[in-house]
């Protein structure tokens, strides 16, 4: 952005007619910026173009791998899993936001947090504490043992990976279709009811219909969720994508199978979302009647009440109670016991925040010239490089990594197993969150402000540091909040990038909980959902105090 | 020594092929306050950030103080133009207070803290140095935006819309103030308006820009009596138009033989003010009044003529009494404009050959 003399790029089609004008800077987008954001956008990209790349060159052997019956047996089991879930979390998150929208159910706010806090933790954890608590010789079994109970119901495999990841992707239902209900106009309900539709009709034909976007957004990222954990499935032994990537990348020496199996899941989740963006044009869903509307009534719940408190109850406490319970009994457990690796060694701390500060750094930097491409110079290609940086949003860490150990392996070995590699790692996969931040607060600052700095004799480079960055600070706070705060969650790349010697939070916890010492995922754990909060109260205090300019 | 503060030659611009600016040429003298009028959407802004360098032309040459600053493959960029901008919605930097946002253009912190008192003193602000953006009014904003791009000292000044953000009640105020401002400094200053009550009353030097081309300039009071073409004539004011035949310094017409103020031969169109038309009380006159709007200081009549045309006459004062079907006579004291019916307009005189 340093550059004086602006070339003309020949550009005519590349503004699009739905621009808002306003926003608009009508000059060409200086080259710099250009180039910046294009190699951002190489890097997103490379993971799938290299799996691509090495798939390929695997020629017949290819087919070899793809006729093994075991890689269709993993790739019906996910795709079951993520069906279940997805349907599973559907129900869950439109009931509960029903019921705290719309009815009379009591301590409705209240119910609120407690079923949307499953998504501070990571899957890991609750898989550590349905293991702990649910699994064989775990603290319900022992309870029960009393009453002459030898044997729980497996929790491993199929249901505990069900339950974890349903547990942990319904409030992406809940908290979207809140939204989408909240949006609703109540006119339309009361002239459905005028025509006579009773409410069962009026929900369906009326209500259903008009939430059927909200739904569709959290069901998205409930299956790509699902499709891309690798904690809660390697932990409770479940067979799907992501563990048998792992398990082969560990246990053979060839890679050829992991490779295959990681651009399989690769190209299945990009077909969902193609499947998702492909659909006609969404129909419009607006209030007819503008400005401030009358409240919708709230239903009595009736005999349902307690039906409704009970559902509610179950799910916060298998979602958040058991955690905490996992937590305590284990923590007590091993300072009662004397565990010498009770305690968390400073060095792990260290490793997290350092690795998780350092990732949240370079992808906010990274982000900053895509954004302002997009945001200030809209148009096919600008918007083009934004939709290529948005590539890791879908790609699934494991898939990330693996493609990066490729990669260094083969091009870059001084690159294999380095800090660095891991930081670029973090950069593919969370760019995406750390540009959304980003472009709501960039989008708020008048071009004019821009221009009107210029004029008064500051260069571009000035400009952005005397400006720009000052305005959109509240967007860099959330930005580097919310990478910080999924670097520190992350656990595939993690694992399979990391330095040798290195060991983060996320790591010891799926290490202890899989060799079993229980009592030495306790503290990780806790440290981990402090982080969590902390983190999560920096983003909403920022989004309150994000002012528009 | 240039005695030019602006040189345009021959400048275009256009977006997405949609030309914007059209080979358009104007010189500003020193010292002009000068207002680039035309309807929305006629390019006057997209000039404005031509010569701010905002835009970058495809072709023609930009000269400030007679040093070129755009064309030719040139392009000196906005911060080193040392020509101030006034924003139309302003652009106060939200983050900053008003003695903060006003020293921002100047370069080093000694000469600043007199620089910004003074400045705000000439704006009238100096007791809102520490207030936010948003806690100051409008017009107060205004102000605020004035005194920034004055204070680095600029020999050009432009205005964007300056009073399109302000109530009808602050607008005569700032307008007078924005004026005595401006002429104090010295500063040559360009406004944009498509106002052109605004145009007339402030300026002392006038472009009338549509589509994209400057098609005539001058002082307020030549554009206004002598506009080039009917739409330039509709565009500053009420007009009446009369088809006409020109015989040297006189043309016939449906009102017999008037003077016109340029010579002028065969078919063409005068063009007259309503307050050129004065009614004479006679109930045997060839006009009938056929409606009157009457607004307190002056009242608006509008007349038929035989051939069932209607004009306009514009009497001053409220004490006339004239009635609706009432038959009146009229006189025209002044020469009238004449020109050619359609756009065939004639070739543009030198802008500044009428100071």
């Known amino acids: 952005m340093g550059q ?53 060159q695997l020629g017949g052997t290819l087919f070899e791998i793809l006729a093994q019956k075991r890689i269709w047996t993993v790739f019906a089991q996910t795709g079951l899993l993520t069906i279940v879930v997805t349907i599973t979390s559907v129900f869950l998150g439109v009931v509960f936001a029903w019921i705290t929208v719309r009815t009379d159910l009591p301590a409705r706010s209240l119910i609120t947090i407690l079923v949307s806090l499953p998504l501070v933790l990571p899957s890991y954890i609750s898989a550590f504490s349905l293991i702990v608590v649910l699994g064989p010789r775990g603290l319900l079994q022992n309870a029960l043992s009393g009453f002459g109970v030898e044997r729980l119901p497996s929790i491993y495999g199929f249901p505990g990976a069900w339950l974890a990841l349903t547990l942990f992707t319904y409030p992406f239902v809940f908290l979207s279709v809140r939204a989408g209900l909240a949006g609703l106009d109540p006119s ?25 976007p909200s739904i569709h957004a959290g069901a998205l990222l409930s299956a790509l969720y699902t499709l891309s954990d690798f904690g809660a499935v390697t932990l409770l032994q479940f067979d799907s994508f992501t563990r048998a990537i792992y398990v082969q990348y560990t246990a053979s020496l060839d890679r050829s199978v992991a490779a295959v199996l990681a651009l399989m899941l690769a190209l299945l989740t990009l077909l969902i979302l193609a499947v ?26 009736g005999k349902w009440k307690f039906p409704a408190l009970f559902l509610c109850v179950a799910v916060a406490t298998i979602g958040i109670g058991l955690p905490v319970l996992a937590i305590s009994v284990w923590l007590i457990r091993g300072v009662v016991y004397g565990d010498e690796h009770l305690g968390v060694h400073g060095t792990v701390l260290l490793d997290s925040i350092f690795a998780s500060s350092a990732g949240a750094l370079l992808t906010v930097v990274a982000a900053f010239p895509v954004v302002f491409l997009a945001a200030r110079y809209p148009g096919r290609r600008t918007q083009g490089v934004e939709r290529a940086a948005y590539i890791g949003h879908a790609l699934p860490g494991i898939v990330v990594a693996l493609a990066l150990v490729f990669f260094s392996a083969r091009y870059a ?45 500051h260069t571009p480079r ?47 916890i799926w290490n202890a909980t899989e060799e079993a010492f229980f009592a030495r995922a306790a503290v990780p754990s806790l440290l981990l959902v402090c982080a969590s909060a902390i983190g999560l109260s920096i983003v909403l205090s920022n989004e309150q105090k994000g002012v528009a300019v | 020594m240039n005695s030019y503060a602006i040189q345009c030659h021959d400048l275009g611009k256009t977006f997405r092929g949609e030309p914007a600016v059209i080979d358009c040429s104007i010189d500003i003298r020193y010292g002009r306050f000068m207002a680039l009028l035309g309807p929305s959407g006629c390019g006057k802004t997209t000039l404005l950030r031509l010569i701010a360098g905002l835009e970058t032309p495809n072709h023609g040459s930009i000269h400030v103080g007679g040093v070129q600053v755009s064309g030719t493959g040139k392009q000196v960029p906005p911060e080193k133009r040392k020509i101030g901008m006034v924003f139309q919605e302003y652009a106060l930097f939200p983050h900053m207070n008003v003695a903060q946002n006003v020293a921002y253009g100047l370069r080093s912190n000694g000469e600043s803290n007199g620089k910004v008192s003074e400045t705000l003193d000439m704006v009238g602000l100096e007791h809102l ?99 080039e073409t009917h739409r330039i004539a509709t565009f500053l004011g ?72 209607i004009m306009k006459s514009r009497r001053l004062g409220s004490r006339d009494a004239y009635d609706i079907g009432q038959r009146v006579g009229i006189r025209i004291d002044t020469p009238v404009s004449i020109f050619a019916t359609q756009f065939g307009c004639p070739a543009l005189p030198e802008p500044e050959s009428h100071s």
């Not at chain 1, 869903?285 to 400005?291: D, I, L």
């Not at chain 2, 402030?202 to 081309?213: K, N, R, S």
């Open chain 1, 413 to 457: 070995v001084g690159l294999y197993q380095s800090f660095a590699l891991l930081i670029i790692a973090y950069q593919v996969r969370f760019l995406p969150l750390a540009i959304g931040a980003l472009r709501a607060s960039l989008l708020q600052i008048n071009p004019r402000l821009e221009e009107a700095a210029r004029n008064l004799g």
């Open chain 1, 4 to 56: 004086v003399e602006e070339p003309q790029l020949p550009d005519k089609a590349s503004l699009g007619s739905r621009d808002r004008p306003r926003n608009r800077v009508l000059r060409d987008a200086p080259p710099l910026l250009w180039v910046v954001a294009l190699l951002v956008a190489a890097i997103s990209m490379s993971p799938l173009l290299y799996l691509i790349v090495r798939t390929s």
């Open chain 1, 188 to 212: 339309l309900e009361d002239a459905a009811r005028c025509l006579g539709r009773g409410p069962w009709q009026t929900f369906r034909h009326i209500i259903l219909p008009q939430l059927k």
């Open chain 2, 129 to 227: 140095e520490f207030r936010m953006p948003h806690e100051l009014s409008g017009g107060q904003q205004q102000r605020v935006a004035l005194a920034r791009a004055l204070a680095p000292g600029p020999e050009v000044i432009l205005l964007d819309e300056p009073f399109s953000n302000l109530d009808a009640s602050l607008r005569q105020r700032v307008r007078a103030d924005l004026r005595s401002i401006v002429r104090r400094s010295g500063i040559t200053a360009i406004f944009v308006t498509h106002d052109q009550e605004e145009a007339l009353s402030l300026a002392d030097f006038l472009a009338v820009m549509m589509e994209g081309e400057i098609v005539q300039a001058g002082t307020p009071r030549n554009l206004y009596l002598q506009p």
């Open chain 2, 238 to 309: 009420d007009a009446n138009f009369l088809p006409a035949y020109g015989k040297g310094l006189y043309a016939e017409c449906e009102l017999g033989k008037l003077q016109v103020l340029n010579g002028f031969n065969g078919d063409g169109e005068i063009m007259f003010r309503p307050e050129d038309v004065i009614p004479i009380q006679d109930p045997n006159g060839k006009f009938k009044i056929v409606d009157r709007i009457y607004y307190g200081h002056d009242q608006l009549l509008y007349l038929q003529l035989p051939s069932g045309q």
């Open chain 1, 462 to 508: 000035e400009v952005f540091l005397s400006i720009i960055l000052p305005l959109a600070r509240p967007g860099v706070l959330t930005a580097v909040a919310l990478v910080f705060l999924s670097c520190m969650k992350e656990l595939p790349a993690t694992l399979l990038l990391g330095p040798t010697g290195f060991e983060t939070l996320a790591m010891r």
């Open chain 1, 276 to 301: 998702e963006f492909g659909r006609p044009a969404r129909k419009r869903y607006y209030r007819s009647s503008a400005g401030a509307a009358r409240r919708a009534a709230r239903s009595a719940l």
